[in-house]
């Protein structure tokens, strides 16, 4: 018999507190509960998975780093000097990075380091299919084979997180069909921009998500692969397979809930697994997250991606599962207040 | 020479990240950068202390639980039964109950249990002076002790918290008398209320403020002595304390942040070490943060006390510390770029 949520709240009122004094920190608590199917969730083992990619539209003038630097912070993460890499360290998470097709394949041999290249990035979507659908099953499966290892080594908590520059425009186009927003809401300056590049990249926002829509009709699949990018099509395999196998997914910013509004497109049902970890800078993030029914947890105005976003809620989601689990309860205490 | 704000903000650009990309994440490390005068802070040793007392005001009725409540949580406190308690253990935070005036006199013999009591809980400010200027210097010096023994202990980041059943109504006057809040503005549902609670909380704030206002003349000390509490003044006493070993103060809800608020009347400057943990779901706290220019790093609706606000950005305090300490400068990346 299924635990249901009005069972949850039931048992966090009887805990040694005022009822709800915990705020949103309780609905977290709920959630994580559900998801679980239990009084006394666990959030460790946690792994940190991030997929690393190009996207051939960088081309255009959409993002103002060259698709080196999608390699060099790959390695980065790998080796712990990015931000996220700080801080699996010190939250003591694992963490993988998986070059699902760079551009420059990395030079760093690192066993955190995973080559599970597609291709030499994607094709320029705002030109063409970002890339073949044997290419978008390749990717997929990546995703697929990720959360399948995860599992057998025991991971209850996924933190997914991704690398790749020019991804925000791939983004963009998937929020415009597979949420229905508005190309104007959909744009937002990335991990950088000016008024060149936001306007070039609303352009081919435009082009590319109108070209993909007419394509949905055949199969969502190739509306999909029309605009995405390798590592949004793995992070989504990682997440349908994940979902299925009851683990907790924890979401970053804007290409991680692109990379769900794919997975809930192809698996529908899945985001019942997923957690909303922070409400990021740009503007689609929120259109998004509505759409998939999901609230953030942080309002940080953050926009760096590599999953920081979802590991600054790790803490806290292993602060839910502690106290919701290890809190007296108001009746083992009640004998003193008589 | 002192180090100053655009020097840490140029610090945290030179980091191998988009710059500001973090967000409010950024804010708050450029505020622990601030505060220990370093760009490698480091936020541990932390300790969590919690005082505790009662209040003679709950005679009016102005809260649903009875003042034994202050007693039997402060030793579950202790013990780790309670909230803070899970979540000190879980975050590796040393925690410290300082009784300074339970009504009831604590049964438990802990080592983390210490007894400071100035006397049974205060008077019941809705009729006469809630403390004397005795017990006021009492109760402040047992602050002022505690942090001395802290920095002793090599303690860098102090969370504090309390417990006090009755004392919403006293912060609520305090939030009156020093940060101009109207009545109607300040009162809230604290651990739990009813209209009619509520109600009497309103009487009692309008009655005890306009009393307290009119000492302000003789002294501010006399003033405050009116309507506060054992624990908001020894925790004022600890901040201000705090705030001269340059200590990082984590401020917690509307009683901390009360005691704040008593700190920074008594010793001008001393919120310059004090980090707004969350806003708490009682109305009054919000104003009050905003009449010592503090922004809340969480928006949660928590309002449960006991420190959990401030142990909740504990761990983002940490990562803070650690990414603006560890992260890849983009100079020692730069050359893979080219």
């Given amino acids: 018999m299924a635990l249901t949520l009005e069972q949850i709240a039931a048992h966090l009122n009887l805990l040694a507190k005022p009822p709800g004094s915990l705020g949103r920190w309780e609905e977290l608590a709920a959630r994580l509960c559900f998801i679980q199917q239990s009084l006394q969730p666990e959030v460790r083992p946690a792994e940190l998975v991030i997929f690393a990619a190009d996207h051939g539209v960088v081309a255009e003038g959409v993002s103002l780093w060259p698709s080196l630097v999608t390699t060099v912070m790959a390695e980065q993460i790998a080796l712990g000097g990015s931000v996220s890499g700080v801080l699996s360290d010190l939250y003591e998470i694992p963490r993988r990075v998986i070059d699902v097709g760079t551009k420059t394949a990395p030079e760093l041999k690192n066993p955190m380091l995973i080559d599970r290249r597609v291709s030499a990035g994607t094709k320029n979507l705002a030109t063409e299919s970002a890339m073949t659908i044997e290419e978008f099953d390749k990717a997929w499966r990546s995703g697929v084979d990720e959360a399948i290892e995860s599992r057998h080594r025991g991971a209850k908590t996924m933190i997914l997180g991704e690398m790749g520059i020019g991804n925000t425009t791939s983004a963009s186009c998937l929020g415009v069909l597979l949420a229905n927003i508005g190309v104007a809401q959909a744009i937002g300056q990335g991990a950088g921009a000016t008024d060149d590049s936001l306007r070039k990249k609303r352009d081919v926002v435009e082009?590319?998500?109108?070209?993909?829509?007419?394509?949905?009709?055949?199969?969502?699949?190739?509306?999909?692969?029309?605009?995405?990018?390798?590592?949004?099509?793995?992070?989504?395999?990682?997440?349908?397979?994940?979902?299925?196998?009851?683990?907790?997914?924890?979401?970053?910013?804007?290409?991680?809930?692109?990379?769900?509004?794919?997975?809930?497109?192809?698996?529908?049902?899945?985001?019942?697994?997923?957690?909303?970890?922070?409400?990021?800078?740009?503007?689609?993030?929120?259109?998004?997250?509505?759409?998939?029914?999901?609230?953030?947890?942080?309002?940080?105005?953050?926009?760096?991606?590599?999953?920081?976003?979802?590991?600054?809620?790790?803490?806290?989601?292993?602060?839910?599962?502690?106290?919701?689990?290890?809190?007296?309860?108001?009746?083992?205490?009640?004998?003193?207040?008589?």
Same sequence: chains 1, 2.
């Fill in 207 to 338: 082009v590319a998500s109108h070209r993909a829509k007419t394509l949905w009709g055949e199969t969502p699949k190739l509306a999909i692969a029309e605009v995405a990018g390798f590592e949004i099509v793995a992070m989504a395999g990682f997440m349908v397979q994940a979902a299925e196998q009851s683990q907790t997914i924890l979401l970053d910013g804007v290409i991680a809930t692109a990379a769900a509004l794919v997975a809930e497109a192809m698996s529908p049902g899945c985001v019942k697994c997923m957690i909303a970890a922070h409400q990021s800078a740009e503007p689609a993030h929120r259109l998004m997250l509505a759409h998939l029914g999901l609230t953030p947890m942080l309002d940080w105005s953050m926009r760096l991606g590599e999953g920081t976003g979802a590991l600054a809620l790790f803490p806290l989601l292993e602060g839910a599962a502690a106290w919701c689990t290890r809190t007296a309860s108001i009746s083992s205490i009640a004998h003193r207040l008589l």
